[in-house]
Nanobody, 117 residues
C-alpha cells in the first residue's frame, strides 16, 4: 500500500508564499499523474494543479500565474509552490498520485493552509 506524506502547510499572511511537498513511501511504481486538490468545509474537493508523466501541467483558473506544480519522478515527490496567496486559498490541501497499472489513486492525509493577517 503506497502512502503519501504531505508537508509545508501552515499560516501565512496575504501576499505570502508557501511550498507544499508530497512524498510517496515507494519509488518503484509507475505513476502517470500527480496532483494537488484542496477542500474547504461544506464544499467539494477541487483540483488545484496536476502534472502528467510527460510534464504537461493543468491549473485551476483561480491559481494560474500564482501556483506552480513540479515533480521529482525518481522519488515520486510532487511540489506545489504557492505565491501571492489570498485568503480564499485557505483550505486543506491534498496530494494525489495515480498509479498506471493497476489504475489506483492514492491520497495524502491533507495539510492545512491558512492565509490570514
Amino acid at each position: 500500500q503506497v502512502q503519501l506524506v504531505e508537508s509545508g502547510g501552515g499560516l501565512v499572511q496575504p501576499g505570502g508564499s508557501l511550498r507544499l511537498s508530497c512524498a510517496a513511501s515507494e519509488s518503484n511504481i509507475d505513476i502517470n499523474m500527480m496532483a494537488w486538490y484542496r477542500q474547504v468545509p461544506g464544499k467539494d474537493r477541487e483540483l488545484v494543479a496536476a502534472i502528467t508523466r510527460g510534464g504537461t501541467t493543468t491549473y485551476a483558473d483561480s491559481v494560474k500565474g500564482r501556483f506552480t506544480i513540479s515533480r521529482d519522478s525518481a522519488k515520486i515527490t510532487v511540489y506545489l509552490q504557492m505565491n501571492s496567496l489570498k485568503p480564499e486559498d485557505t483550505a486543506v490541501y491534498y496530494c494525489k498520485v495515480r498509479r498506471t497499472w493497476p489504475v489506483t489513486d492514492y491520497w495524502g492525509p491533507g495539510t492545512q493552509v491558512t492565509v490570514s493577517s
